[in-house]
T-cell receptor
Framework: GQNIDQPTEMTATEGAIVQINCTYQTSGFNGLFWYQQHAGEAPTFLSYNVLDGLEEKGRFSSFLSRSKGYSYLLLKELQMKDSASYLCAVMDSNYQLIWGAGTKLIIKP | IAGITQAPTSQILAAGRRMTLRCTQDMRHNAMYWYRQDLGLGLRLIHYSNTAGTTGKGEVPDGYSVSRANTDDFPLTLASAVPSQTSVYFC???????????FGPGTRLTVL
């Protein structure tokens, strides 16, 4: 079966760095997406990785290792507004997104 | 209209009733999707459409139907609602099937 695993909840301090991990087992791979979802709102796109390595976009970076079925999202200089759920999703061989349950990130002052 | 809109925002429905959730996008995206989101679970694909005139079944299609008569609209119909269909429903669209998806604000549906 297809499976995406990520921690249920993480806590970090304002101004710090946090890494959210995602491991996956899917039938085929056509890229990995990270989305941010604030409570009661829709998911919004953060990043896309299809090749191994690190993609940096401002305070957010995303890493992919296809051989290990592993990705992480790195958030630097955390701000209170970063409190949200972070969703990992893999595009399978049918170009359908398989979603993890999301990691709820709590930022403390 | 900017992006994707969904209607209604929320709805309480009696079991057995028919309900259509509306979704409209103005980005001229080819692909559209319907997901449901339940606590503790990831988004699950109900139905999708890669282009106007075509539709396909996702992971959890039973009890739902869709149509794609034109590029902009992608309604989701519950023929006879059941309590297990209580969920938050998100419509999304993408330019192509391998591109990032843009989500509507969601419809919170409660079936009693």
């Amino acid at each position: 079966g297809q499976n995406i695993d990520q921690p249920t909840e993480m806590t970090a301090t304002e101004g710090a760095i946090v890494q959210i991990n995602c491991t996956y087992q899917t039938s085929g791979f056509n890229g990995l997406f990270w989305y941010q979802q604030h409570a009661g709102e829709a998911p919004t796109f953060l990043s896309y990785n299809v090749l191994d390595g690190l993609e940096e976009k401002g305070r957010f970076s995303s890493f992919l290792s296809r051989s290990k079925g592993y990705s992480y999202l790195l958030l630097k200089e955390l701000q209170m507004k970063d409190s949200a759920s972070y969703l990992c999703a893999v595009m399978d061989s049918n170009y359908q997104l398989i979603w993890g349950a999301g990691t709820k990130l709590i930022i403390k002052p | 209209i900017a992006g994707i809109t969904q209607a209604p925002t929320s709805q309480i429905l009696a079991a057995g009733r028919r309900m259509t959730l509306r979704c409209t996008q103005d980005m001229r995206h080819n692909a559209m999707y319907w997901y449901r989101q339940d606590l503790g679970l990831g988004l699950r694909l109900i139905h999708y459409s890669n282009t106007a005139g075509t539709t396909g079944k996702g992971e959890v299609p039973d009890g739902y139907s869709v149509s794609r008569a034109n590029t902009d609209d992608f309604p989701l119909t519950l023929a006879s609602a059941v309590p297990s269909q209580t969920s938050v429903y998100f419509c999304a669209s993408s330019e192509g099937t391998s591109n990032e998806q843009f989500f509507g604000p969601g419809t919170r549906l409660t079936v009693l």
